[in-house]
Every structure is written in structure tokens, then in C-alpha cells.
């Protein structure tokens, strides 16, 4: 199984601020990553496929990077409605999410 | 726009069977270039894969549920389910259907709302 970790699991934050979240995988997943935005009692929604493509209609205040096993997304101006929980997942072997990064108001 | 709408039973008592079903609208289940997901989310807790099946009909689970589940495509009824047996209280849980896409990249690009089953008696 491919275990993935995110940090920091939570995260408190201003609007305008510039934040960055980090997924590591277990193993070598190329680029076989995803990253989602949840809102609470909602589905999670894609923002970032294949570790750095931007899923249409998403703003450009979102984005990620990396391969292999670390995996970086940031967000470079938070605005109000991005305060949220974020996943990462992977697709390389089966489908695993990580556990999650609740991004809060300061 | 393809929506996805699960509908099932929210209280299934310890030891039976949970089932739960999807329906497809706006789009076709046996379209090619999707696969057909079920995921459950514990409180607090990240996604958890279920398993997916193909219109081929081809399947895959999570290992750690794989003794238990069964999915299954009616193209028919434009609709997928899921059978989770010998439920306990772990299985507790939100559960969304989600299509997942392949044309470009292969994430989940469509979910339901959720629904919530508990397993009580």
C-alpha cells in the first residue's frame, strides 16, 4: 500500500496570506497525484491533477508542483473562501488520500 | 453536467449488509474514458477508496475492504452500487459515489453529495 502524509495537518492563516502544503508519498508515484479542496458536509472538489495541471475553471491562486515522492500545492493569496480542508491523492497503486490539512482563519 | 445521486438505507444494523446505489444523470455510466468509484469518508478523517469498476465491468478494491465489497455497473439504469457485508461500527461513514476520468489525467471530477450510514442495532 502507498501511505501518504500530509503537513502540517492544520494550518491557521490570514486572507492574503501565501501558504504551501506538502504530501509525501511512501513510494516513488511519479507524478500520479491529485490534490482536492473539502468544504465542510460538501464533496471534495479537484483543484490540481497530475501534480501540477490546474483543473479547468479553478483559479490561478492554486497550484503544485513536484514528483516522485514529495509533493508541494500552495495557494498564493488566500482569499475567504479557501479556508477549507485539502487532500492529496494518489493514483499510482490503487487510489490513496492523505489524511488531510484543515486551513483556518487567523 | 453529469450528476451523481447515492440513495440507500442510513441505518443498517451490525453483521447485514450495507448497499447503496448511485444514479447517473446528465451523462452515460458506460461512456468510455470513466471509471465509477465509491468512497466513504470517517469523521474527521481523510477519504477512503472503496473500489471502481469500468463499463467494461472490470473491477478493483481496496485490499483492506476487498473480502466484503462488491460493485456493480447496470448501464441500463444508468446506475452503480455498492454491497458491503458483515458491517460493524468501523463502517460507520459517509459514503459519496464519484466518477473518476482517464481523457486527462485520472482523478475524480464528478461526486455526489454524500449520504450518511450509520450501523447500529
Known amino acids: 500500500d502507498i501511505q501518504m502524509t500530509q503537513s502540517p495537518s492544520s494550518l491557521s492563516a490570514s486572507v492574503g496570506d501565501r501558504v504551501t502544503i506538502t504530501c509525501q508519498a511512501s513510494?516513488?508515484?511519479?507524478?500520479?497525484l491529485n490534490w482536492y479542496q473539502q468544504k465542510p458536509g460538501k464533496a471534495p472538489k479537484v483543484l490540481i491533477y497530475d501534480a501540477s495541471n490546474l483543473e479547468t475553471g479553478v483559479p490561478s491562486r492554486f497550484s503544485g508542483s513536484g514528483s516522485g515522492t514529495v509533493f508541494t500545492f500552495t495557494i498564493s493569496s488566500l482569499q475567504p473562501e479557501d479556508f477549507a480542508t485539502y487532500y492529496c491523492?494518489?493514483?499510482?497503486?490503487?487510489?490513496?488520500f492523505g489524511q488531510g490539512t484543515r486551513l483556518e482563519i487567523k | 453536467q453529469v450528476q451523481l445521486q447515492e440513495s440507500g438505507p442510513g441505518l443498517v444494523k451490525p453483521s447485514q449488509t450495507l448497499s447503496l446505489t448511485c444514479t447517473v444523470s446528465?451523462?452515460?455510466?458506460?461512456?468510455?474514458?470513466?471509471?465509477w468509484n465509491w468512497i466513504r469518508q470517517h469523521p474527521g478523517k481523510g477519504p477512503e477508496w472503496i473500489g471502481y469498476i469500468f463499463n467494461s465491468g472490470g473491477t478493483r478494491y481496496n485490499p483492506s475492504l476487498k473480502s466484503r465489497v462488491t460493485i456493480s455497473l447496470d448501464t441500463s439504469k444508468n446506475q452503480f452500487s455498492l454491497k458491503l457485508t458483515s458491517v460493524t461500527a468501523a463502517d460507520t461513514a459517509v459514503y459519496f459515489c464519484?466518477?473518476?476520468?482517464?481523457?486527462?489525467?485520472?482523478?475524480?471530477?464528478?461526486w455526489g453529495q454524500g449520504t450518511l450510514v450509520t450501523v447500529s442495532s
Open positions: 491523492q494518489q493514483y499510482n497503486d490503487l487510489l490513496t
Open positions: 464519484a466518477r473518476g476520468v482517464t481523457t486527462i489525467g485520472d482523478y475524480f471530477d464528478t
Open positions: 446528465g451523462g452515460s455510466s458506460s461512456s468510455d474514458g470513466f471509471y
Open positions: 513510494h516513488d508515484i511519479n507524478n500520479n
